[in-house]
């Protein structure tokens, strides 16, 4: 059998009257006569089953159910008197859940301080982080399973029925062996990087920068030598160290210092050949708890800048 529906009037009366333990104090209080009140406190006794006052002429005492309810009572009714600016606050945004996904370059650069930063801000809004690649955030953002996803992607990339907010743009580099050859060029030839087995990442997780990058081979006459593929972007440096190829990388990538391997951009002519590429926050829809978060990341990227990579002796102009 289900458990009796106790209004919450009834628990207000009964915490006014263990309080006082006193029915006409108590009726005072509560703005009320003292008949009404005894009546609710004998129907709450009943609806419980059980007695909640030792009453004589003289005195009212608390039973031991009484002193167990007490507590959880004044709980029940700090929350009730809680729930009207609860309810303000989620509409605003002051509180909530947010589920953000992210790639793991994001990881490697803006995206700790910006978790602190937001924390900081909206302490009441619960962040839950996913780390995933591109092609399950837009599944998830699809299914409504995630909020939002910071994603890698190419200039240029517009999805379909999601806003996008650019946040960073960067080149590629190559991450090769530092015991390959090229790491040791004072010139890096195009034509001699694209002869180089390709460590790279399937063209499901991200297919535009995968195609970027595959135009860059066609558009010279070559086509890219795969000799491994690999999800997680610290997967292919590792292969790299490893010796399997060279890949290309975000130059964000750089902060994943894996030993083994030297990072570096080609100069001059070359350089012009090689793709950007960006990342954005995408979502679908809209909560107040994800409002708060596009303002917020958005007044730190107004004006993206194209990070610079740090300058190597041997990125010579080819």
Same mark, same amino acid.
């Given at each position: ?20 333990? /006193? ?98 801000? /909206? ?56 015991? /390959? ?130 300058? /190597? ?6």
């Amino acid at each position: 059998m289900s458990e009796p529906l106790i209004e919450l009037r009834l628990w207000r009366q009964f915490t006014a009257v263990a309080e006082e333990l /006193h029915f006409g104090r108590a009726a005072r209080r509560l703005h009320m006569t003292q008949p009404p009140l005894t009546q609710a406190i004998a129907q709450l006794e009943r609806l419980l089953g059980v007695r909640l006052f030792d009453r004589t002429k003289r005195s009212v005492a608390l039973t031991a159910a009484g002193e167990a309810l007490l507590p959880q009572a004044r709980e029940l009714l700090a929350r009730a008197q809680a729930l009207p600016s609860q309810a303000r606050a989620a509409a605003a945004g002051e509180i909530g859940r947010l589920r953000l996904a992210f790639v793991s370059t994001v990881g490697f650069t803006v995206l700790p301080a910006w978790v602190r930063a937001f924390r900081e801000e /909206h302490p009441r809004v619960q962040l839950d982080l996913i780390e995933a690649t591109g092609d399950v955030q837009l599944q998830g953002l699809a299914q409504g399973d995630i909020d939002a996803g910071l994603l890698l992607h190419s200039p240029g990339f517009a999805p379909a029925g999601l806003e996008l907010l650019r946040v960073a743009r960067e080149p590629l580099v190559l991450a090769l062996p530092e015991s /390959h050859a090229l790491a040791q060029a004072a010139r890096l030839p195009l034509a001699a990087v694209l002869g180089q087995p390709l460590v790279t990442f399937p063209r499901r997780i991200v297919p535009s920068l995968h195609d970027a990058i595959f135009a860059m081979y066609h558009a010279a006459g070559r086509e890219p030598q795969v000799v491994q593929e690999a999800i997680q972007m610290q997967t292919i440096v590792n292969l790299v160290s490893a010796g399997l190829g060279i890949a290309w990388v975000p130059d964000s990538v750089r902060q994943f210092q894996r030993g083994g391997v030297a990072y570096r951009q080609l100069g001059g002519k070359a350089a012009a050949s090689v793709p950007d590429c960006e990342t954005s926050l995408a979502w679908a829809g809209a909560t107040p708890a994800l409002e708060r978060f596009v303002a917020f990341v958005r007044g730190r990227v107004e004006k993206p800048v194209r990070a610079a990579a740090p300058a /190597h002796p041997s990125a010579a102009p080819e």
